[in-house]
């Protein structure tokens, strides 16, 4: 298997993003009608869409490329908060990659761990415990720099590793009360709901660990009113 992922093989994972966004958007919809705008899956699907368009636009582009043309496109793509917010740790997350031909362990903890700190100064600080999309990355990130400097963990192993942190972080967000976003209005009625960018979060970091094992990636079939992954089918 890989150890390595290269523009070809980046491009597919955008592209397999988008039809994830494309097959969960009702269930994301749902989700943000809860405790939002109801807007986050349309919006996202809208990111990627122009994303797919952006690539397939490209000659020959290096990684760096890829990943800035990609958070350029979710920035203009994505309506609202979520758009900026996925776009500049995309954007950011690029520049760790400048002379570089393909992404190993240590280089998609450095994209990781760099557009997650664009992500935190661009919302003001937000940090985890919030009930933003920082819970299910924040965990996602610290498991993907344990892996980069461990030697027995392959690729795959470390976006395993990273997608099972940022599903436990995605859990821990039903329980939690907004403090910042819209659904912080909510305050005590936020609680008892999933995150939807921590949702988002997530299913982009499983896609991206799906689309290294060959596959397109899921869509959620059954869930609890809370939002709570039940069941996950692949596409």
């Known amino acids: 298997m890989t150890e390595t992922i290269d523009s070809p093989m980046l491009i597919r994972m955008m592209d397999n993003i988008l039809a994830v966004m494309e097959a969960n958007e009702e269930y994301l919809t749902g989700l943000d009608a809860e405790i939002g705008d109801a807007d986050h899956g349309i919006n996202m699907v809208r990111g990627f869409q122009l994303v797919h368009e952006r690539l397939a636009g490209l000659s020959d582009p290096s990684v760096s490329d890829v990943l800035n043309t990609v958070g350029m496109a979710i ?13 500049m740790f995309f954007i950011q997350g690029s520049a760790s990659l400048q002379g570089k031909n393909a992404i190993d362990r240590a280089s998609l903890a450095s994209v990781f761990s760099t557009g997650y700190a664009a992500m935190v100064e661009m919302s003001g600080g937000t940090k985890p415990g919030e009930k933003t999309m920082i819970d299910a990355l924040d965990p996602a990130v610290r498991s993907l720099n344990a892996s980069a400097g461990d030697a027995d963990v392959t690729l795959h192993g470390a976006l395993d590793k990273a997608v099972n942190a940022a599903k436990g972080g995605l859990e821990s967000t039903i329980d939690l009360v907004a403090t910042k976003g819209r659904a912080a209005y909510l305050c005590e009625r936020s609680k008892g ?4 960018g921590a949702t988002t979060m997530y299913l982009i ?30 596409l």
């Open 75 to 87: 920035m203009e793509g994505a309506a609202g908060s979520a758009g900026v917010l996925y776009g």
């Open 193 to 196: 709901h999933q995150d939807i």
């Open 205 to 234: 970091i499983k896609t991206m660990h799906d689309t290294l094992e060959g596959r397109v990636g899921v869509k959620v079939t059954r869930h609890a009113t809370s939002g709570a992954i039940f069941e996950e089918v692949y």
